[in-house]
């Protein structure tokens, strides 16, 4: 595609449901990563990934999200029994390969009421 | 480890005026430098970066930045801003498979 596509755009989740979180990168990007970015601050590092291989998941804040990418392409960013401290915006940028430059989804706004 | 800092969570400016957003970062290897602009409800767009050679860096929309390895910084500047240019800027640095961003600033340019 032309650029990164995330979806749903915006999704408001009761505390304690499970939430999925898609993206789409361009079309040839070796390299994918998922970013959390709260009200007024820059973006957090989640996880990386290297074709289908999850090669950094050093920024997942607990064992409640989980991201995979079973076919090198689309990623989805799973968090289970969502919490209020997950409200943020979480981003999803892939590159060709590697950190030399890293194109943004616009971002899917998670809200837990 | 690496990390930026971004000085100026806010900088006012009046249309037609100079800017410059700072930036300045710590990092113990060589790194590569990006300028990320935000609209509202927007993703991160790329402004310019910095690989490697001239460290002068020439973005999209008139933005330039300057790498400046003594003093570790990468500051952002526009002869010249529009309302249009009323954004957030994030600076960040990549390095160990991961991009590190600053908190940002947000420009507000008056008219």
């Known amino acids: 595609g032309a650029g990164v596509s995330q979806s749903p755009r915006y999704k408001v989740a009761k505390r304690g449901q499970d939430v999925a979180l898609r993206c789409d990168p361009i079309s040839g990007h070796v390299s994918l990563f998922w970013y959390q970015q709260a009200l007024g601050q820059g973006p957090e590092f989640l996880t990386y990934?290297?074709?289908?291989?999850?090669?950094?998941k050093s920024g997942l804040p607990s064992d409640r999200f989980f991201a995979e990418r079973p076919e090198g392409s689309v990623s989805t960013l799973k968090i289970q029994r969502t919490q209020q401290e997950d409200s943020a915006v979480y981003l999803c940028?892939?590159?060709?390969?590697?950190?030399?430059?890293?194109?943004f989804g616009q971002g899917t706004r998670l809200t837990v009421v | 480890a690496q990390s930026v800092t971004q000085l100026d969570s806010q900088v006012p400016v009046f249309e037609e005026a100079p800017v410059e957003l700072r930036c300045n970062y710590s990092s113990s290897v060589s790194v590569y430098l990006f300028w990320y602009v935000q609209y509202p409800n927007q993703g991160l767009q790329l402004l310019l970066k910095y690989l490697s050679g001239s460290t002068l860096v020439k973005g999209i929309n008139g933005f330039e930045a300057e790498f400046n390895k003594s003093q570790t910084s990468f500051h952002l500047r526009k002869p010249s801003v529009h309302i249009s240019d009323t954004a957030e800027y994030f600076c960040a640095v990549s390095g160990f498979n991961k991009f590190y961003f600053g908190s940002g600033t947000k420009l507000n340019v008056k008219p």
């Open positions: 940028a892939s590159s060709l390969a590697g950190v030399t430059e890293a194109f």
């Open positions: 990934f290297q074709n289908e291989a999850q090669l950094d």
